[in-house]
């Protein structure tokens, strides 16, 4: 069963002419990676926050494992069952790389005891090196810095991974590292991967791609 499925979605800005997305169906399954890709403006950010919650359909429904997010805790949705990584990597400056990672935990109730071992786990799983994981997010690399954002992601438990363009300030090589991260998270753990994109070569590494111009999806 899709664990995020899309029925006809339509939204449509206060006071707008055109709607930003415009009846979407698909579906989205965990164990795969997902691309949608576009050119600014046509309407991916918005179908992001649809898909985080953020907003609600004008028209139509989406799902979450078979449940209309309209009728479900939206601040425990998003609390639990997603997360998003951005191209700006939202780490905390002042709290070093194992306490960016500790603190999803920590908010759940997680002691600092139980967090630290765990988040260390996750640190090394995605390439950072314990000597990295007392260093302030400044003294990283853009690459590392977005490793560490998965690493935080995967602490909360949330078998959705929401990106918004999570390459978009990286080379070529650090982009190529991150993506086979996040496919190796859906292929080998059974997360489900959405990302939006304006970059095509991100969008031949996903395992299903959708163009998307002036709110549709196209072919």
């Known amino acids: 069963?899709?664990?995020?499925?899309?029925?006809?979605?339509?939204?449509?800005?206060?006071?707008?002419?055109?709607?930003?997305?415009?009846g979407i169906s698909c579906e989205f399954e965990e164990g795969k990676v997902y691309a949608v890709v576009g050119a600014s403006g046509s309407g991916k950010s918005t179908f992001l926050s649809l898909l985080a919650g953020l907003d609600l359909p004008t028209e139509g429904t989406i799902r979450f494992q078979g449940d209309s997010l309209a009728e479900l805790n939206l601040d425990r949705y998003r609390r639990e069952s997603i997360f998003m990584i951005f191209q700006v990597f939202h780490l905390f400056p002042l709290l070093t790389v194992m306490e960016n990672v500790c603190f999803p935990m920590e908010l759940c109730g997680i002691t600092p005891k139980d967090a630290r071992p765990r988040a260390a786990k996750l640190l090394e799983a995605v390439g950072i090196r314990e000597e990295q994981m007392?260093?302030?997010?400044?003294?990283?690399?853009?690459?590392?810095?977005?490793r560490v954002a998965i690493a935080r992601s995967l602490a909360s438990n949330?078998?959705?991974?929401?990106?918004?363009e999570p390459t978009g300030n990286l080379d070529g090589e650090n982009t190529q590292n991150i993506m086979d991260i996040l496919c190796e998270l859906a292929h080998k753990k059974g997360y489900c991967v959405i990302l939006v994109t304006h970059d095509m070569e991100v969008a031949e590494m996903a395992d299903v791609s959708f163009r998307m111009k002036d709110g549709n999806f196209v072919s």
Request: glycine share 8%; charged share 25%; no cysteine.
């Open 1 to 22: 069963m899709a664990v995020l499925s899309l029925e006809n979605v339509t939204y449509r800005y206060k006071n707008a002419q055109r709607a930003a997305v415009s």
């Open 134 to 146: 007392k260093r302030f997010p400044s003294k990283l690399s853009g690459g590392e810095r977005q």
């Open 158 to 164: 949330a078998k959705i991974i929401l990106g918004d």
